[in-house]
């Protein structure tokens, strides 16, 4: 015995110390970890399946009528991760990347319009034998959620639109990319407060890490919402009168990014739409709010 507490008296601070040279020298790995871990909470397991010679990861697990659900431009599969720990317990969950998104390979070669991103959520369909599901879309997700349901309502059962972009209502461009690459922790925290009501402290080493990961990125970003404003179905205001599926417009009311027009706008147009306001919520409420947002999804689905 005290052999073996002598042992763990000089393994404890080597593993302080190592645990210490991840969070300053690795933060990504600390990243991965607590997304594969609030993944697993959630009772989620990650998946990889290949659509025309592309390869797409997915997030699925639970049990009951499948609930898809698609994340905003320059997020991932993760975003939905809290929101879907509420829900697997009676549905079945999926949460793909989007092209070029996430895990999924960039590729200059790819349609990454609205119209684009539409089909790759059909062909994901397609490949994960879904003949017809509930669909939620944050931002961008709800854009290509609600573009997806005027192309195959047979297919949605019920529409959920969180947030979502879609509709020019006024001069705001909701899809300006993410400009110049982040020179600052100020400017990171700035960002982050535009998606976010009240955004979390992240330690230094963390935020360092999320800036150079963004940086990498920004090019790319930036394309990808020059896709969309001069793609096809950029603006769906003259069609969303056709969706007859029942939604419901779930809207993060101090949203700086997305205007309340929208929103307003999205319940008025659309014949069988319900408008709920998070109060205290900003652009990605599954994020921030993600037990208020699960009740309100769950009470939509279950309803008459």
Known sequence: MKRFLKWIGAAVPVLVIAIAAVFFFAPGVIVNLTQSLAASAAGLTAHTITIDGYEVNYLDGGDGPTLLMVHGMADDRHSFVGTAGELTGTYRVILPDL?????????????????????FLARIAAALELDHFFLAGNSMGGHVSAAFTLENPNMVDRLVLVNAAGLVVDDTVVYGGFGDEIETEEQFDALMARVLYNPPSVPGPIKRHLIETTNSRVDFINGLAVAVREGPQHDLLDQISAIDTPTLVLWGEEDVVVPMGVAETYAECIPNARLVLLPEAGHSPQMEAPVRVASAIKAFLMSE
């Open 99 to 119: 092209l070029g998104h996430g895990s999924n390979a960039p590729d200059s070669g790819l349609d990454y319009s609205i119209v684009g991103q539409r089909d």
